[in-house]
């Protein structure tokens, strides 16, 4: 038996529930739906809408429920089309005729739309605190690389020598960006739909200033159509968390690079890689790999999300039933994804030695030496020209560049030294830069800025 049976005559065909029915995704939102009824209910009692006896029953009703449902008691039904449908059935099997005054004055327009943003908001928070401990890994391990370097990139060919705590830190840094919008998607998917009924309101007294307090919601719905339609905080989740699949993607894709034999910068731990089938000398970062292949499907759910919103008419519209999977989806494999390649990073084992002996090549204190001439007089532009010529000349003619630069009238003994294994990357000084010195200030500023991060997804947990 379906809720609209009275108004239309014969009773959904199958296949319609088949098509329509959300249940197998959304009886995850039970513990929220119940959280909304219940808040729900006492609105209606403060309003003198139910009696406080009535309330008092349909509040044992949904406890009842909530624990049926924990310990995997609880009895869905054929008809049960959607989680709200079967706690709504469930409570009036158990309370009896005051159960069918559950739903006064509520639609399920605002009821999932309260439910989905509790579940967002929890949600958010768990990736949140998933992105602190990746944060703490690469934080970790930057300590602990102390010294090591190996080359910077650009265009995939070595640049300049750069720390390995500078290199982790920039990714730790990406993250932080992430954890930031993650708090703030939160800060503003924080107010209650619940009032806002099927589009308009109610004629009942209604409470939904104190519903949206007792939720924890920090102000209610402004408008009742908007309340009923927004669904901006699942697209704005979906982006926060799409980007942040993105930053672990070009995270597992330099694992993948350093993990080849070809560069030899890491070696995974056993448990953080794969064998294959087949040939039996691999092992593979495919942790690395899904990090940077997931990343594919959370662009899509965002894309997905914002398709289906785009164009729909105001207000609630059964589209909207389409913003579930996605949204959980993208929370289960962003979660999963953090775990696993904190689990990677933290037990890798990088080889410092092949690092530092790529960063030693000879041109890779090229700018260094131009910089040197800076220092003693040269126009930078002039400079880059003389040392771009003795690095051609160098490769032509196969003579080493050191013998070049000793015997070059403007350079001599003293540049040769900008030459040594591990001088280079010494000489980067400048606030954020990839050498010694302001690495060490960086690194306390990083651990600085988790500490806070830290408290404040703390303080956001304890306000709800
Ligand atoms: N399962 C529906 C959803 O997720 C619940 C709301 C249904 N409302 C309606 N008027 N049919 O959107």
């Not at 959304?26 to 009696?51: C, F, T, Y």
């Amino acid at each position: 038996m379906t809720l609209w049976e009275s108004r239309l005559g014969r009773s959904t065909a199958d296949e319609v529930m088949t098509y329509t029915a959300s249940l197998r995704f959304d009886r995850r939102l039970a513990v929220d739906d119940l959280a909304g009824s219940r808040a729900h209910v006492r609105g209606l009692a403060r309003g003198g809408v139910l009696a406080d006896r009535e309330a008092a029953e349909l509040l044992l009703a949904l406890d009842t429920v909530a624990e049926e449902i924990e310990d995997g008691r609880f009895a869905f039904t054929e008809s049960d089309e959607d989680i709200h449908t079967a706690v709504e059935r469930r409570v009036t099997e158990i309370a009896g005729d005051v159960g069918a005054k559950l739903h006064t004055g509520r639609s399920r327009n605002d009821q999932v739309a309260t439910d989905l943003r509790l579940f967002t908001r929890r949600a958010l928070r768990q990736v949140a605190g998933e992105v602190l401990a990746l944060q703490e890994t690469l934080a970790k391990r930057a300590t602990d690389a102390g010294d090591a370097y190996l080359p910077g990139y650009t265009h995939l060919q070595r640049a300049q020598p750069v720390l390995l705590a500078h290199h982790l830190l920039a990714h730790g840094w990406a993250l932080a960006r992430d954890f930031d919008r993650l708090v703030h998607t939160v800060d503003r998917l924080d107010v209650s739909p619940l009032g806002a009924g099927a589009l308009a309101g109610s004629s009942l007294p209604l409470d939904p200033d104190g519903v949206a307090d007792e939720l924890g919601f920090a102000s209610r719905f402004e408008n009742s159509l908007d309340a009923v339609s927004d669904r901006d905080f699942v697209a704005e989740a979906l982006f926060d968390l799409a980007l942040l699949g993105i930053h672990l993607s070009r995270l597992g894709e330099e694992i993948a690079l350093w993990s080849s034999e070809e560069f030899g910068f890491v070696v995974l731990d056993d448990a953080y890689a794969t064998g294959s089938s087949m040939l039996p000398q691999k092992k593979n970062p495919d942790v690395a790999e899904l990090a940077r292949g997931k990343s594919g499907r959370m662009v899509g759910h965002l894309v997905g999300v914002l398709t289906t919103l785009k164009g729909l008419p105001l207000s609630y519209n059964r589209d909207l039933q389409e913003d579930k999977e996605p949204l959980f989806d993208a929370v289960d494999q962003t979660v999963a994804g953090l775990r696993a390649v904190a689990g990677m990073m933290r037990s890798a084992a990088f080889d410092v030695q092949r690092m530092q002996h790529a960063a030693d090549g000879p041109t890779s204190a090229a700018v260094d030496l131009a910089e040197w001439l800076v220092q003693h007089g040269m126009p930078f532009r002039q400079a880059h020209g003389v040392v771009g010529g003795l690095v051609r000349d160098s490769l032509e003619r196969k003579v080493p560049l050191v013998e070049l630069v000793q015997a070059h009238p403007a350079l001599g003994a003293e540049a040769v030294e900008l030459l040594e294994p591990g001088v280079a990357v010494t000489r980067r000084t400048t606030p954020g830069g990839a050498g010694p010195e302001p690495v060490r200030i960086q690194m306390e500023r990083f651990a600085h800025r988790l500490a806070v991060d830290g408290e404040r997804l703390a303080s956001a947990s304890r306000n709800r």
